[in-house]
């Protein structure tokens, strides 16, 4: 996944899970629908996708229901097979433990979690460090090849009980901690990171940095060289929301300004 070039990771959104108060009742709509947008994706050119939860909103805290980890680990299956690509998993919120048991289930290659050192305040209440237990169980599952890249100063979340510990700690922190990399991100979903946090990041850490939001075709070649990874969702969406299928004519131009900045 990670080459001497910014790898680009392409969201993959899938519909309301088993569970949800928006399922419909249909996991082939639902895996047909992330294998088309995980397809438009590859055919644009991007380096690696990840399969998130994103409409399973209201979002249950630091866990979900059985259905889902099994849900999402048949869609994950089902993309890397199909598509071929490194493929990682977040399930939200903060369902850390449950990722992991998906992507080993699935045979994943990287998890995006929550919550992974320190405390901040997300929508669904105060979400605490689980980093001792996540890594102790990956190890325990012999999981060492499925990398944990985690979030620092969380977007849609309250960082006032952590305000005396800056983003850099943070990142040193949860590279302290065991983590393969570090997620760094705006304040909301389409939101971009600020550049100069990144590259600061990125200087005090060894570990990887992604960027996390927010990143466009037209603001893409100031984060290539500040990070390792970026991972991209709503603006190769239809309209630039999340909310809908990926567009092909958007990941071709994104991929385009990224190919003319690399």
């Known amino acids: 996944m990670f080459g001497p070039a910014c790898s680009i990771v392409g969201v ?14 249909s996991m ?6 992330a294998l088309a947008d995980a397809l438009a994706y590859k055919e644009g050119g991007v380096d690696a996708l990840i399969v998130e939860n994103m409409h399973d909103v209201p979002y249950l805290k630091g ?6 980890t099994a849900a999402m ?6 993309i890397k097979d199909k598509i071929g690509l490194p493929t990682g998993i977040q399930i939200l919120a903060g369902a850390n433990i ?5 992507a080993v289930a699935a045979g994943l290659d990287f998890v995006r979690v929550e919550g992974f050192v320190y405390a901040h305040v997300g929508d669904e209440g105060i979400h605490d460090s689980c980093a001792a237990g996540l890594v102790r169980r990956r190890a325990a599952l012999h999981a060492g090849g499925i990398k944990i890249f985690a979030d620092i100063k969380k977007k849609h979340s309250s960082h006032a009980i ?6 850099v700690e943070t ?16 304040a909301a979903t389409g939101e971009p990171a600020d ?68």
Not at 12 to 25: I, N, Q, T
Not at 201 to 219: E, K
């Open 28 to 33: 082939p709509e639902v895996v047909a629908r």
């Open 171 to 186: 990142a040193r922190a949860a590279e302290l901690f065991l983590a393969d990399g570090v997620v760094v991100t705006g």
């Open 73 to 78: 680990a048949v869609i994950a299956a089902r």
């Open 63 to 68: 866990r979900v229901e059985p259905e889902t």
């Open 195 to 262: 550049v100069n946090a990144v590259r600061a990041v990125r200087a005090a850490v060894g570990c990887h940095v992604l960027v996390g939001s927010g990143v466009t075709a037209a603001n893409v070649d100031g984060y290539l060289p500040a990070c390792q990874a970026i991972i991209v969702g709503s603006s190769l969406k239809h309209q630039g929301s999340w909310r809908n299928h990926v567009d092909a004519e958007r990941v071709r131009a994104f991929m385009h300004s990224v190919a003319a900045h690399r």
């Open 162 to 167: 952590t305000g005396d510990v800056s983003l």
């Open 12 to 25: 993959v959104h899938v519909l309301p899970l088993p569970g949800a108060p928006g399922w419909r009742g």
């Open 98 to 102: 449950e990722a992991l048991g998906a």
